[in-house]
T-cell receptor, first 110, second 113 residues
Framework: AQRVTQPEKLLSVFKGAPVELKCNYSYSGSPELFWYVQYSRQRLQLLLRHISRESIKGFTADLNKGETSFHLKKPFAQEEDSAMYYCALRGGNYGQNFVFGPGTRLSVLP | GAGVSQSPSNKVTEKGKDVELRCDPISGHTALYWYRQSLGQGLEFLIYFQGNSAPDKSGLPSDRFSAERTGGSVSTLTIQRTQQEDSAVYLC???????????FGSGTRLTVV
């Protein structure tokens, strides 16, 4: 069965500090992993996906199949990064629904 | 349209009444999903439509919930005999089958009083 865990409900860091939001998954095949972000009063939006190997707003995430993790990292947090972050997994067959983690609320303090 | 459109944006209803929530996906997106986001909870999958295939209803919490998608485009989520525990934000998302990510709508906040 597909499952996504995000162990931290709330993560608070100071502006300029590094931030890492943890995500672990369980899936028997080859998953697609994503991070979604929801800023206050805005809709949920895609932040990045592992297959793109991209950096968005300074965030990166590397898929570690050995540790079944897809942690989201940023070297220097900004106040505008404060939001709810969801890690999501989709199974290898296109069209399957996503499984979302419970989310981590990131609060960047001035 | 340019994005996924959901209506109404807010709905307050009395316990026991039926409600209909509407989702208008991005034109050309063959996949459409409904999720529920309850206060302090993550996103709970409800139902998934893909083209003309039979929908995946595995996430619907009870038989009071149903959804349809007409003409492969607009979808309606219906909740019959609403209960207070149905209060949540109902999110719709669509995606082209060949792409990885969803585009979400802004959601319908349902409050059952």
């Amino acid at each position: 069965a597909q499952r996504v865990t995000q162990p931290e409900k709330l993560l608070s860091v100071f502006k300029g500090a590094p931030v890492e939001l943890k995500c672990n998954y369980s899936y028997s095949g080859s998953p697609e992993l994503f991070w979604y972000v929801q800023y206050s009063r805005q809709r949920l939006q895609l932040l990045l996906r592992h297959i793109s190997r991209e950096s968005i707003k300074g965030f990166t995430a590397d898929l570690n199949k050995g540790e079944t993790s897809f942690h989201l990292k940023k070297p220097f947090a900004q106040e505008e990064d404060s939001a709810m972050y969801y890690c999501a997994l989709r199974g290898g067959n296109y069209g399957q629904n996503f499984v979302f983690g419970p989310g981590t609320r990131l609060s960047v303090l001035p | 349209g340019a994005g996924v459109s959901q209506s109404p944006s807010n709905k307050v209803t009395e316990k026991g009444k039926d409600v209909e929530l509407r989702c208008d996906p991005i034109s050309g997106h063959t996949a459409l999903y409904w999720y529920r986001q309850s206060l302090g909870q993550g996103l709970e999958f409800l139902i998934y439509f893909q083209g003309n295939s039979a929908p995946d209803k595995s996430g619907l919490p009870s038989d009071r919930f149903s959804a349809e998608r007409t003409g492969g485009s607009v979808s309606t989520l219906t909740i019959q005999r609403t209960q207070q525990e149905d209060s949540a934000v109902y999110l719709c998302a669509s995606s082209p089958v060949s792409s990885g990510g969803y585009t979400f709508g802004s959601g319908t906040r349902l409050t059952v009083v």
